[in-house]
């Protein structure tokens, strides 16, 4: 156990969960600190090699070593992309994050390292309450682990033990204990009527949450964004990303986690979406900064050429407002209407690439 020296997300909700919820960075300081005797996750034990071969480490691409950049987890649901939770990439840009595959010592094992492309994060993530915690990341290039199949059923999954894995702070008092090797412990899903007269709003059909009455065992700090699993007659499957909880295996709370069956439209549209068909407005095939420039000079010459066929000459498409003349009222129309239809391009088709 060491102390990790660098930013990991961190989310604490205060006690009167009024849907206030702090997902900021937390700073570490560079103590460290060796203690056999501490628990795992809170409560877990060491992964094997293999076991768990869909789960990634979110690093900062900025540091070099796995251990001190490992910040969230993550799953991969095929060769080149990752689900997570939206507040691990909320106001991040794909150039910050890369994701180690395929390693369960993050000391000692090589993995594959490899950069971010693409973050398309849940449209309608509140980054107060976190509803909707969910985001995925497009790889720059695919890795050869195995993808993990995720939860599509309606089951509830009420008192099914499931697993969950991670990397994250294995002290439950906050004194930062980050673990070199991969963590599991299991933990019974619980209804959402129950979690939600502990978390109120903040718990929704998107949610799953899971835990002991008692605590003890529960996922923490750097666990966010990676799997809550459940067995299958064939495996595992995808059922909760990790989000948050009130501190971390204390009696009386239990763990969040995005449930991840509601969101199978989100995933498979993020998934086959086009984003260069909708997005490239200058046709270099990559998704930056250029085609917003590129975007907003096509609206200006449909506004000129709209203003030349339809303003000057008074002309029927020129009256928008289909008030029997052509004014500066139309015109102030068109401007608005190019507008919008730039920002809603931005909203639904810019998802910009790493550079
Ligand atoms: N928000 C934390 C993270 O960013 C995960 C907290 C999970 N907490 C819990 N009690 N289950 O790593």
Not at 16 to 34: N, Q, S, V, Y
Not at 158 to 179: H, M, Q, S, V, Y
């Amino acid at each position: 156990m060491q102390l990790r020296k660098t930013l990991v997300t961190t989310l604490t909700l205060t006690f009167l969960f009024a849907g206030a919820a702090d997902a900021g960075p937390l700073k570490r300081f560079a103590h460290e600190r060796i203690d056999a005797a501490t628990p795992k996750i809170i409560g877990g034990t060491d992964a094997q090699p293999g076991d768990w071969p869909w789960i990634v480490a979110l690093i900062q691409s900025g540091i070099s070593d796995n251990f001190q950049g490992q910040f969230c987890g993550g799953t991969l649901i095929a060769p080149d992309w990752v689900v997570t939770a939206a507040h691990c990439t909320d106001g991040k840009s794909p150039g910050d994050i890369d994701v180690l595959a395929g390693v369960t010592d993050l000391k000692n094992d090589i993995g594959e390292r490899v950069a971010v492309k693409r973050i398309v994060q849940h449209p309608e993530f509140n980054s107060r309450n976190l509803v909707n915690d969910i985001s995925l990341l497009q790889l720059s290039s695919p890795v050869s682990p195995t993808p993990a199949a995720t939860d599509v059923g309606p089951e509830t999954h009420e008192g099914e033990l499931a697993t969950i894995i991670g990397w994250g702070d294995t002290d439950p008092t906050f004194r930062n204990d980050f673990p070199f090797i991969l963590q599991q412990a299991e933990v019974p899903v619980i209804s959402n009527t129950l979690c939600q007269s502990i978390y109120g709003s903040s718990i929704t059909n998107g949610s799953l949450c899971a835990g002991y009455a008692d605590g003890g065992k529960d996922t923490c700090q750097g666990d966010s964004g990676g799997p809550l699993v459940l067995p299958t007659a064939t495996g595992w499957e995808l059922a909760g990303i990790t989000s948050f909880g009130n501190g971390c295996a204390q009696p009386g709370f239990y763990g969040v986690y995005t449930r991840v069956a509601t969101y199978e439209t989100y995933i498979d549209d993020s998934l086959n979406f086009d984003y260069v068909a909708c997005a490239d407005a200058n046709g270099d095939s990559v998704i930056n900064a250029d085609d917003i420039t590129a975007h907003k000079a096509d609206g200006r010459s449909e506004l000129i050429t709209w203003i030349n066929n339809c303003y000057k000459t008074g002309s029927a498409c020129g009256d928008l407002n289909e008030d029997g003349q052509v004014t500066r009222a139309d015109l102030f129309l068109k401007w608005i209407e190019i507008r919008n239809a730039h920002n809603d391009w931005l909203a639904v088709c810019w998802t910009p690439e790493a550079s």
